[in-house]
């Protein structure tokens, strides 16, 4: 079933969204895995058109916020006001209040408003004076953040970069890709007329299901070594937290979901490790100094743990 949901979605999200399928991959495996995406890219490669286009395949409520350093928590949570009309204090929800939320810059507001979103990014639940409410489901963060431009921005604390599952660049398309985007978006937005191909009940389905897909003890031994490896590696200052260990276990669940398979493979850990784990970790001075890059320093990790083979 995950196999052949997640070829419809690919399918209908490429009707938008063109020679990015690793991409679409990546926020499909964050849905499947109920984990939130932080897209750090350059302005204009089309973050904002993704987090559209899978809400409309999805038939998910989707709201879009622009980050800004005078907004506030309760512009995004939501607040308590009084109806003069009913005598009574009632509840406004905020944009959080929606099943895809696209956080657009979320380094350029206050380190005060971006941890507004971590009880809901975690617990899937927010707190407003003393009364406590429940997000729909399923419930996905979409942050966008400009990694160029620093001035005027708040850099996400250790904290708030632990609660998304992944970290991904969607990068520039190639010479025939950016043909492709022009002659598909030459006479109308085609996500103006994108149909839903799946319903949110479905994808909680398949959350349940991605669970119970098969890992072995070799397998669950390898993720955990991986990220103990983080922890003791001389070009680390600060290595993967047992919650990055969870993340990469589930991802590698969710991605042989994707690929029709009921079984995890040391691949799996292979190809999810850099985005699961680079923004987890931080860089000691000295290795920053020399130019080298979290990526790199996380594929040199992965190298150096022995991958279990099977037994003949």
């Known amino acids: 079933m995950i196999a052949e949901t997640a070829a419809r979605l690919r399918e209908n999200i490429q009707k938008v969204i063109v020679g990015k399928d690793e991409i679409i991959d990546l926020a499909l495996i964050a ?26 395949s999805l038939g998910c409520t989707f709201r879009r916020v622009q980050f800004t350093p005078d907004l506030l928590p309760s512009d995004v949570t939501g607040i308590y006001y009084y109806n003069q ?50 997000l729909p489901r399923p419930f996905l963060v979409m942050a ?54 799946v319903e949110p ?3 909680l389905a398949m959350q349940d299901e991605v669970r119970r897909i098969r890992v072995e003890d070799s397998v669950r031994n390898y993720i955990v070594n991986v990220c103990r490896a983080t922890r003791v590696h001389e070009d680390i200052e600060l290595g993967a937290s047992p919650r990055a260990t969870m993340a990469l276990y589930r991802t590698c669940q969710a991605r042989a979901g994707i690929d029709g398979r009921d079984f995890v493979i040391p691949d799996d850990v292979k190809v999810m490790a850099a985005y699961v784990l680079t923004h987890r970790l931080m860089v000691n001075p000295q290795t920053r100094l020399r130019g080298r890059r979290p990526e790199e320093v996380i594929r040199e990790v992965v190298n150096t743990v022995s991958v279990p083979v099977e037994a003949l």
């Open 85 to 134: 009309k009913r005598q009574e204090f009632e509840f406004r929800p905020g944009p959080i209040f929606s099943q895809i939320l696209l956080a657009d810059e979320i380094n350029r507001a206050t380190p005060r408003t971006q941890s507004a979103l971590l009880e809901a990014m975690q617990e899937r639940q927010v707190t407003v004076d003393i009364a406590t409410h429940e």
């Open 144 to 197: 966008t953040q400009n990694p160029i431009e620093l001035e005027g921005t708040f850099p996400l604390p250790e904290a708030q970069l632990d609660r998304f599952l992944m970290k991904v660049a969607i990068g520039y398309p190639n010479a025939e890709q950016e043909n492709n985007i022009l002659l598909r978006f030459e006479h109308r937005d085609p996500l103006e007329t994108l149909q839903k191909v």
């Open 31 to 56: 849905m499947l895995c109920e984990g939130h995406l932080l897209l750090e890219d350059v302005p204009g490669t089309g973050k904002t058109t993704l987090a559209k286009t899978i809400a409309a």
């Open 201 to 203: 009940a479905d994808i």
